[in-house]
């Protein structure tokens, strides 16, 4: 069944590359509309899933991740049609050059082919990898988790519907149902049909795929983000952001995990956080001196300094200077999103130019680390490698380069 599912998909990628822009952009309306005309069929899929997940365990954070409602396919929707509203960028020439013997040499953006996606309880990650791989003309194969195996295919049972309404073949999107680890393991070995796998969830399942696929892979990342709270910060807006970043939603990979302050202003500042976190039932890991202003802390270990929570809780130290927040930063981050709030231009150029990571914001939560917040509609993921694309990955990231050269009978010499 995965060979079938795989040939399907290659069959329909030559369909899919010279698919006219506005008939792309017609159907990714048409999915839109229909999912939230279905959406009460899509959230009792979801329920269902919500169901199994509280039974299994799961918790807080992922079944938050794992959730649906109303606002969430609205979401879903609107991200579909930003993308319907959005440049296509296949087909783009750019870099055209003519060399001294005539040629005209440049380069056209073209599709990737068939994108894989292995991922797990995202359910609006069905959506938006399907809204990007179609709209820059490539086949998509999905291979969700069992946490979220109800939702998911009631999401792409609406899609596959609406692409048929529209006369564009189904097969764009593929969806591998089985969900056991034996078969996600023939899926990585795929690459005589998958041109890149691209693996979306926790630590384990990046890791699993990056060290096991035969297909070339593009490693989205887990968060382990820090905030800085240097000495000449606005510690009202160190406050809200602090608070915004690890509650927001916490089971996300952009929320804060990590907390840094600079001695100077502790005082000032931590007791006053502690209480406010203290509100949102967030559990403080601190190192010693957080655990001497603050009763209910817990003492951080090694672990807690790199560890991605997702959940309620956060690692706080008490450093020296920026030059030991960011130390201390390029040592435990996973290279996701980092922020300082800070006063001083100098402090933060130096943040931005020595902290190593996709994403590094001044005075903003590292919440906006969002394909739909930076403009493009909807995210294939966060890159944290640095190749082929790093940070949120839109429309440009799933496309391509080829030389196309214009000559008029020169031969080589």
């Known amino acids: 069944m995965l060979h079938i599912i795989g040939q399907r998909a290659k069959q329909a990628e030559p369909v899919m590359r010279t698919l006219h822009t506005e008939v792309k952009n017609q159907a990714l309306r048409q999915v839109a509309e229909d999912l939230v005309k279905r959406q009460e069929e899509i959230l ?34 609107e991200g579909l049609c930003q993308l319907a509203d959005l440049d296509d960028p296949i087909g783009e020439v ?29 359910p609006n990650v069905t959506a938006d990898a399907f809204g990007l ?16 195996i109800h939702s998911n295919l009631a999401i792409v049972g609406c899609i596959r519907d609406s692409l048929s309404k529209c006369q564009v073949t189904p097969d764009a999107i593929q969806f591998i149902e089985n969900t056991s680890r034996e078969v996600t393991a023939q899926f990585m070995k795929m690459n005589q049909y998958v041109d890149v796998l691209i693996p979306r969830g926790g630590a384990g399942l990046i890791q699993a795929v990056v060290n096991n696929s035969s297909i070339p892979v593009i490693e989205t990342g887990t968060g382990n983000c820090h905030i800085y709270v240097d000495e000449s910060a606005d510690l009202k807006m160190a406050k809200s952001i602090v608070i915004n970043a690890k509650t927001q939603r916490v089971g996300v990979c952009n929320a804060c995990e990590s907390l840094l ?19 949102k039932n ?14 209910e802390a ?17 690692s706080i130290k008490i450093v020296n200077s920026l030059e030991e927040a960011i130390q201390h930063i390029n040592r435990y981050n996973t290279k996701h999103s980092e922020a300082i709030v800070t006063n001083r231009y100098d402090h ?10 996709a994403a590094v914001y001044v005075n903003a939560s590292t919440r906006f680390t969002d394909g739909f917040e930076f403009g493009f509609g909807a995210e294939i993921g966060i ?23 214009y000559g008029n009978g020169q031969i080589r010499a």
Not at 97 to 118: F, S
Not at 133 to 148: M, P, Q
Not at 393 to 402: D, F, R, S
């Open 94 to 122: 750019s870099v055209m050059k003519e060399r001294p013997n005539g040629l005209l040499i440049g380069q056209k953006r073209v599709p990737l082919g068939v994108v894989g996606i292995i991922y797990e309880a995202r």
């Open 383 to 405: 890159s944290t490698q640095k190749l082929h694309v790093r940070g949120p990955m839109g429309l440009q990231a799933l496309t391509t380069a080829k030389y196309i050269i």
């Open 44 to 77: 009792a899929a979801n329920a269902l899933d919500m169901e199994a997940g509280k039974k299994a365990g799961m918790s807080e954070g992922l079944l938050d991740r794992l959730a649906l409602n109303p606002d969430r396919i609205a979401g879903m929707a």
């Open 348 to 357: 933060a150029q130096q943040f931005l130019n020595e902290v190593d990571a």
């Open 282 to 295: 967030v559990l403080i890991h601190g190192d010693s001196q957080v655990c001497e202003m603050v009763k």
């Open 261 to 279: 302050i600079h001695e100077n202003v502790k005082k000032d500042f931590l007791p006053a956080l502690a209480e406010a976190l203290k509100e």
């Open 133 to 148: 791989c179609f709209k820059t003309g490539n086949a998509v194969i999905l291979k969700g988790g069992s946490d979220a």
């Open 298 to 314: 817990a003492q951080a270990t090694e672990e807690d300094w790199g560890r991605e929570y997702l959940g309620y809780e956060i």
